[in-house]
């Protein structure tokens, strides 16, 4: 299990939120153990840059179209924090089938869990 970390900020302080959080992780040796993900895929972005080997996340609140495509090739990513309810099973399993990692938020029906979990 890991621990997701939600970097939040104003955009005058990506670069801050990245300069600090990044050494306190590895100081702590911690780089395995957690996830930083952020609605603002531009700290995304520049905490990969700054830190390839931490995994990291966008999450979203609307959908994207072919978000595969958006997270590995734009923001340079492997994971997609999203809410649950704005994906089709189908688009959850082709998100799946790309080899990114989904953490869906807001999941209300058994059935509906097990499509997240394959």
């Known amino acids: 299990m890991k621990l997701n970390i939600e970097l939040k900020g104003a955009i005058h302080q990506r670069t801050h939120v990245i ?5 306190f992780i590895k100081d702590y040796q911690l780089i395995d153990k957690v996830i930083l993900s ?7 972005y520049q905490a990969i840059q700054h830190t390839p080997e931490i995994e990291t996340a966008v ?10 495509e958006y997270v590995k090739h734009i923001v340079e990513t492997q994971g ?3 809410l649950s ?3 089709l099973d189908e688009e959850t399993t082709e998100i799946i089938k790309s080899g990114l990692y989904i953490r869906p938020d ?13």
Do not use: G
């Open 80 to 82: 997609y924090h999203f």
């Open 19 to 23: 300069q600090t959080i990044i050494p």
């Open 38 to 44: 952020s609605f603002d895929h531009r700290v995304i």
């Open 59 to 68: 999450i979203v609140t609307a959908a994207l179209h072919k978000p595969e």
């Open 85 to 87: 309810p704005l994906l």
């Open 106 to 118: 807001t999941v209300n029906e058994r059935d509906q869990l097990s499509i997240y979990m394959k």
